[in-house]
């Protein structure tokens, strides 16, 4: 058993390394910019609501509609429809670099949905209250709005991530590289299992690991708890 | 001086129409009063007060305070009258992931303060109202009281003449609901806020108001010194208000 794994690991050891990291580039770069565009779309979706803080109805149904719609589409299909976008505007359709632009597409409506729903859940009357201060409408978003909502944001953040990596194994359908590409290539095409298994047990710590730093920053920073 | 004449607001109702929350409301509050309005459930009570610092938009009247009309400020105009009118609320809306400190402070933080300026008034602030020694704390490890406390260590942040409270003691039991009125009352002593205060509670204005008006199914019955309306009610709804305390009693 031992030798067996040892066997394995100096054949296949680099390459599962190698492509570990790329997945973990893929989830980092696309968790980074699906957030610098999607948190101020959700924050907008969320305040442009008509009980929120600036209502603009039309605004907030245009900015929901096309939300929809880059969330109605399955990511596979999202991705080989941009393929000759992806290619224009990164030089590569595949490899990490093709990858990222569809994943950062597909994730960035996810995320808008994901902030708006944490911010929903804000008190109304803490938002009322600073209202009634006089506080402007980024004023309430910085200073109410945001940080109210960060213990959500945070557990918002890991499903988000999660998503992401999920999304990263199918971008190995055509060859994006990392741990979903590498079950395909070796698992699926070469026919060997163990490495479909080491990549999917690769994936499953992962996400462990993401889940459990999330949840626990969270209990964390969150002052609702009594200590 | 705020006075208040011909006030209406009406609310837009799902599928076309409006819906009278108040109308034709004729108040006038004096500088220092403690000033009480009383009726049941949904007789207008907090539309009336939310007018005042437009949170809502009247629908038609004026409100006039130190005779400059307010109902048609805009902008920063609106900004700076809210910053200098103080609002306590019912469930008492403090941020939870904010110090009890940092949440008294909020108001001049909003306003522009700089921070040794807002620390020192935040801190000030919590020692007039008991709480000098909890400034770290959050408002989830204090009680119902002490977090109503804060909210009015709060509301007095920019130094307003007005304070708005809107039924803030309905949460709150008898015991605790009499040291909040008390607090109100020494505000109102020592600084000469004038105060508006929401109750459905009688015994509320009987211990702290000076003034009260009577507001049933959206109008004002009737206003006046509290000793006179509570020695000779005129109305249906003032008797039954009355008639709970003695009931109780
Ligand atoms: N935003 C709104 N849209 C439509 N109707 C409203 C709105 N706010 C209040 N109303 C209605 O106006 C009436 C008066 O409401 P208001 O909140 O002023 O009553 P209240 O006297 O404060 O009652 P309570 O003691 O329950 O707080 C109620 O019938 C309420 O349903
Ligand atoms: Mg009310």
């Known amino acids: 058993m031992l030798e067996a794994l040892s066997a394995f690991f100096a054949q296949y050891g680099d390459l599962l390394w190698q492509e570990t990291i790329d997945t973990l580039i893929m989830v980092t770069v696309t968790t980074v910019f699906a957030y610098v565009l999607g948190l101020p779309l959700g924050v907008l979706l969320n305040i442009t609501r008509p009980d929120g803080i600036w209502p603009h109805k039309g605004f907030n149904s245009v900015v929901g509609w096309i939300t929809n719609l880059g969330r109605s589409l399955p990511f596979l299909i999202l991705m080989i429809l941009l393929l000759d976008f992806t290619k224009l505007l990164v030089g590569t359709k595949i490899g990490v670099l093709g990858a990222i632009p569809p994943l950062i597409i597909s994730a960035t409506p996810f995320v808008a949905r994901m902030v708006e729903t944490s911010l929903a859940e804000v008190d109304s009357g803490v938002q009322e209250a600073a209202q009634s201060m006089g506080a402007t409408v980024p004023q309430i978003v910085f200073k109410v709005l945001l940080p109210e909502a960060m213990p959500s944001l945070m557990l918002g953040g890991s499903i988000s991530m999660v998503t992401i990596l999920a999304y990263t194994a199918i971008a190995g359908v055509i060859g994006a590289g990392g741990l979903g590409d590498l079950a395909i290539r070796y698992g699926y095409n070469r026919k060997v299992a163990s490495m479909m298994w080491a990549s999917v047990i690769i994936l499953v710590i992962m996400v462990q690991i993401i889940q459990s730093v999330f949840s626990l920053l969270s209990r964390k920073i969150d002052k609702r708890i009594r200590l | ?249």
């Open chain 2, 1 to 249: 001086m705020i006075k208040i004449q011909g006030l209406t607001k009406a609310y837009p109702v799902k599928g076309g129409g409006t819906f009278t929350a108040i109308e034709g409301i004729d108040l006038t509050v004096h500088d220092g009063d403690i000033f009480g309005i009383i009726g049941m459930s949904g007789a207008g009570k907090s539309t009336l007060v939310r007018c005042i610092n437009l949170l809502e938009q009247p629908t038609q009247g004026s409100i006039q305070i130190d005779g400059i009309e307010v109902t048609a400020a805009r902008g920063k105009d609106l900004l700076a009258l809210r910053r200098k009118i103080g609002m306590v609320f019912q469930k008492f809306n403090l941020l939870m992931q904010r110090t009890i400190l940092d949440n008294v402070a909020l108001p001049l933080e909003i306003a522009g303060v700089d921070r040794a300026a807002r620390e020192t008034r935040a801190k000030e602030l919590l020692e007039l109202v008991g709480l000098g020694d909890q400034g770290s704390k959050y408002p989830a490890q204090l009680s119902g009281g002490q977090q109503q406390r804060v909210s009015i260590a709060r509301a007095l942040a920019n130094h307003p003449s007005l304070i708005l409270c809107d039924e803030p003691t309905s949460a709150l039991d008898s015991l605790t609901t009499n040291s909040i009125l008390k607090l109100l009352r020494d505000i109102n002593r020592q600084l000469g806020v004038t105060i508006i205060i929401i109750t459905h509670e009688i015994s509320v204005v009987e211990k702290i108001c000076n003034r009260v008006a009577v507001i049933d199914s959206s109008v004002i019955v009737e206003q006046g010194d509290v000793a006179d309306i509570m020695a000779h009610p005129q109305e249906e709804i003032t008797k039954k208000l009355l008639g709970e305390v003695s009931w109780d009693a």
